[in-house]
């Protein structure tokens, strides 16, 4: 009988729909103060480490870090940690691996959204949302034939770095934009690629040749940084960055030189580092930056499924079955 095990879910904005799952299988405890921002590392920290003690399983909804203390004050009946993201570089992984506890995330679910925000983010930089804005704002619209001028998707092209569901989400949407060529990168060929009309390349060639460039891919050692002052000078002049991965996957300070001196054309983001990013930022002084607030996933249906299948996860894996979508098994 499971119910006499203990899951802990550390934000109170879980969705209904995975405490329900929960709640069907397991005594749940969730805290009473939301797991990001500064209510995040103040209040909810202490409640966790209150509530932790003697759980099976920990739901994290969080950007924040999984600290050595919230393990240890877990104690060693801790079998697995749900991530409610497809991220999961905040999840303290070598530390969960040493004492061996499972984590799962919740890839697949959310690729849609996430791939309509940087469609969303490719319009708005290649139209110049931020200056247009701005005008509409100031009441002093720059009118004329050749004003505020932007760049067309049609006849471009896009560049993935990371081909998995996002990148591959991606591609299909912009199928109706009459893309001229779609290139990606990563550790291999994928099968998916050939229907999708989408050539495999080296990085090189992915930022020398592409017009559109797409970061859809997880921030590991080895893709930290990828976008750094040497990627970007490989870059075209008309170049445009999209960012829907992880904030520390560009070199933010070599971003802004790039765009203050021109040396690409936009940048759109909707992840940054850090999270959020402070009002008085440098890069928020530039009008050929489009920037949100991280919101990838964020529709009421993509946060839903995500609940559910973090949940699942842990029926799964409080029961012995397989993880739907394992990280550490």
């Known amino acids: 009988m499971t119910k006499s095990l203990k899951v802990l879910v550390s934000s109170n904005d879980f969705p209904e729909s995975g405490m329900h799952v929960l709640k069907e299988h397991f005594t749940v405890l969730q805290s009473r103060y939301i797991n990001f921002g500064e209510e995040g590392l103040t209040k909810n920290r202490e409640e ?50 040493a004492r061996g506890i499972k984590l799962s995330n919740t890839p697949n679910v959310l690729s849609a959204a996430v791939a309509e925000i940087a469609v969303a983010l490719m319009l708005g930089t290649a139209r110049r949302f931020t200056e247009n804005l701005d005008q509409v704002r100031r009441g ?11 760049q067309d998707i049609a006849g471009s092209t896009v560049g993935i770095v990371g081909f998995g569901g996002i990148g591959q989400a991606v591609v299909k949407r912009l199928h109706g934009f009459e893309v001229g060529k779609f290139l990606y990168t990563g550790h291999r060929e994928k099968p998916e690629a050939k229907d999708l009309g989408a050539e495999f390349v080296n990085l090189d060639t992915l930022l020398t040749r592409s017009d559109f460039l797409v970061l859809a891919v997880p921030l590991t050692d080895e893709t930290r940084l990828i976008i750094n002052k040497t990627t970007l000078a490989k870059m075209k002049k008309n170049a445009i960055l999209i960012n829907v991965g992880r904030g520390e996957l560009v070199d933010q300070d070599a971003l802004y030189d790039a765009l203050k001196n021109k040396d690409i054309y936009a940048a759109g983001l909707d992840v940054t580092s850090p999270e959020p990013l402070p009002k008085d930022h440098k890069l928020l ?45």
């Open 48 to 97: 966790l480490l209150n509530l932790i003690p003697g759980c099976s399983a920990l739901v994290w909804v969080s950007h924040h870090p999984i600290t050595k203390e919230l393990l240890d004050r877990a104690g060693p009946q801790l079998k697995i940690v749900s991530t409610v993201s497809a991220g999961y570089n905040h999840c303290n992984v070598p530390e969960l691996k």
């Open 140 to 150: 002093e619209w720059e009118i004329g034939f050749q004003k505020v001028l932007g």
């Open 285 to 329: 002084t530039l009008p050929n930056i489009f920037i949100l607030p991280h919101i990838g996933s964020a529709t009421v249906g993509t946060r839903d499924s995500m609940a559910v299948l973090a949940a699942k996860n842990v029926v799964n894996a409080l029961n012995g079955k397989p993880l739907l979508t394992p990280v550490l098994e």
